[in-house]
C-alpha cells in the first residue's frame, strides 16, 4: 500500500466560525446516529486569533473531547465556546490540553449530557467507521474504511486512516463504528479524490490520555472485536 508522506497532513481547522447544525439528518440510519446527538461545535478565538470552528464530542456527563489544535492552536489555550446539535451553548469552565498527542478535554458548566458509548477495541484494517463533523458547507458525515493503524506522527500522535475525504470542521470529532461506538477522535487529513485519508486518533490511546491529563476515563462500553457493518 502507498503511504502519503505523513508531514502532508493537515489539522482540519475552519479559520472562521460557523453555525452548529441543529441535527445531523445524514447520520439518520447509520450507526453514526446516537454519536450525533452528543456532537458539540467548538469555537476558540481572541482578539489576535479570529474565530476558528471544529468539532467535538461528549466524553461524560461534563466533559467534551476536541483535538489540541482546535483551543491552543499556538500552545496557548483560547477563548472557547461550546454549540450542541440543538443549539444550546455551554461555557466551558476549565481546559486540559495533552502534551503528548493532539488532544483536549474540556470541563462543562450545567447539567449532565448523554454520554455515547466509547469503543475499547483498536480499529481494524478494512472496517468501516463513519465520521461526523461541522463544515460551514457540505456533508457533516462521511464513511470509509481502515486502510492503516498506529502511524505515528510527531505533531499529531500515533494515528489510524479513514480512506474517505474530510472537510474543515471535522478536527475533533467522532469516528463511529458499527456498532455506534466512538472509535477515535478525527484529527487531519491528506491527499485528495482516491487517496483522500482522514486520519484519527483511536479511542484506547484516547481514553488512557484523558486518564493521565486527570480525572477518570468512562469505561470503554464496547470492548469486543469490530465487525464490518453494512449500511449507508
Not at 14 to 28: D, G, I, K
Not at 56 to 74: M, Q, S
Not at 153 to 177: M, N, R
Amino acid at each position: 500500500m502507498v503511504r502519503l508522506p505523513i508531514a502532508a497532513l493537515l489539522p482540519l481547522l475552519l479559520v472562521a466560525a460557523c453555525a452548529a447544525p441543529e441535527s445531523f439528518p445524514q447520520a439518520a440510519g447509520t450507526p453514526a446516529e446516537p454519536a450525533a446527538r452528543t456532537h458539540a461545535l467548538v469555537v476558540s478565538g481572541s482578539a489576535l486569533i479570529p474565530g476558528r470552528a471544529g468539532s467535538g464530542v461528549v466524553l461524560d456527563g461534563t466533559r467534551i473531547v476536541t483535538n489540541r489544535h482546535v483551543v491552543a492552536p499556538r500552545g496557548q489555550v483560547l477563548p472557547v465556546s461550546i454549540t450542541l446539535p440543538d443549539g444550546a451553548r455551554r461555557k466551558v469552565a476549565e481546559v486540559r490540553i495533552s502534551d503528548r498527542m493532539d488532544l483536549a478535554v474540556l470541563e462543562l458548566d450545567g447539567p449532565a449530557l448523554p454520554t455515547p458509548c466509547w469503543r475499547a477495541a483498536a480499529p481494524a484494517v478494512g472496517e468501516r467507521q463513519w465520521l461526523i463533523g461541522s463544515p460551514a458547507s457540505g456533508p457533516t458525515l462521511t464513511t470509509g474504511q481502515v486502510l492503516e493503524t498506529d502511524v505515528p506522527d510527531a505533531k499529531f500522535g500515533a494515528l489510524y486512516a479513514v480512506g474517505t475525504s474530510v472537510a474543515p470542521g471535522y478536527s475533533g470529532g467522532a469516528a463511529v463504528d458499527g456498532q455506534g461506538c466512538v472509535a477515535g477522535i478525527t484529527t487531519a487529513a491528506s491527499g485528495e479524490g482516491t487517496v483522500a485519508r482522514a486520519w484519527a486518533l483511536a479511542s484506547p490511546q484516547v481514553l488512557r490520555e484523558i486518564a493521565r491529563l486527570g480525572g477518570a476515563a468512562p469505561a470503554a462500553l464496547s470492548a469486543t472485536s469490530p465487525r464490518e457493518s453494512v449500511g449507508r
